[in-house]
């Protein structure tokens, strides 16, 4: 079965700092890694993206991924209060018409004024 | 950008009836899938919704349980059968072109059974 670890949290940072955000997962075959962002009450929306090893950056927003170590990460700079929300992993395999996007528990990060 | 609206948004429903959650897209895509997000949990796939096809389900998901229907590439509707309490849980269309599967989300269709 494919796993998707985060630390649910909550973490909190003061604003203006950077937030960082970790996520493993258990399978090799994995080819597509993404982050959402989901405000309370709302649903999810899709902040970044990474394919390759190495850094994505996005703004605010950088994606890390070590595919060697199976660890993605996410770092948030210039953290703001509107930045609150729980960030939602995702790890995508597919393999001929097979796929599957396996979603982590969520990490809330609260970003403190 | 693509733009989800979802019907209802809410609902109450009793013990053993079934609720047709519908599902709207504002342009054609190819794949849409059903999630359902329980109260502090991460979201989990139903099935991918074929137009023209049978959906696909996952593993502990059936389709008598949740039959799903894809008349076209803009519509789907995902309905919850013979529900109980356990069923009680956010709903979630979910929509992607090209590399980026599940793109877009619905609002949701918060489901309370009692």
């Known amino acids: 079965q494919k796993e998707v670890e985060q630390n649910s949290g909550p973490l909190s940072v003061p604003e203006g700092a950077i937030a960082s955000l970790n996520c493993t997962y258990s399978?090799?075959?994995?080819?597509?890694f993404f982050w959402y962002r989901q405000y309370s009450g709302k649903s999810p929306e899709l902040i970044m993206f990474?394919?390759?090893?190495g850094d994505k950056e996005d703004g605010r927003f950088t994606a890390q991924l070590n595919k060697a170590s199976q660890y993605v990460s996410l770092l948030i700079r210039d953290s703001q209060p509107s930045d609150s929300a729980t960030y939602l992993c995702?790890?995508?395999?597919?393999?001929?018409?097979?796929?599957?996007?396996?979603f982590g528990s969520g990490t809330q990060l609260t970003v403190l004024p | 950008s693509a733009v989800i609206s979802q019907k209802p948004s809410r609902d109450i429903c009793q013990r053993g009836t079934s609720l047709t959650i519908q599902c709207q897209v504002d342009?054609?895509?190819?794949?849409m899938f059903w999630y359902r997000q329980q109260p502090g949990q991460s979201l989990t796939l139903i099935a991918t919704?074929?137009?023209?096809?049978?959906?696909?389900?996952e593993s502990g998901f059936v389709i008598d349980k949740f039959p799903i229907s894809r008349p076209n590439l803009t519509f789907s509707t995902l309905t919850v059968s013979n529900m109980s309490p356990e069923d009680s849980s956010i709903y979630l269309c979910?929509?992607?072109?090209?590399?980026?599967?599940?793109?877009?989300f619905g609002p949701g269709t918060r489901l309370t059974v009692t």
């Open positions: 399978d090799r075959g994995s080819q597509s």
């Open positions: 995702a790890v995508l395999f597919s393999s001929g018409s097979a796929r599957q996007l396996t």
């Open positions: 919704a074929n137009q023209g096809s049978e959906a696909t389900y």
């Open positions: 342009s054609q895509v190819t794949m």
């Open positions: 979910s929509v992607g072109q090209g590399p980026l599967p599940e793109q877009y």
């Open positions: 990474i394919y390759s090893n």
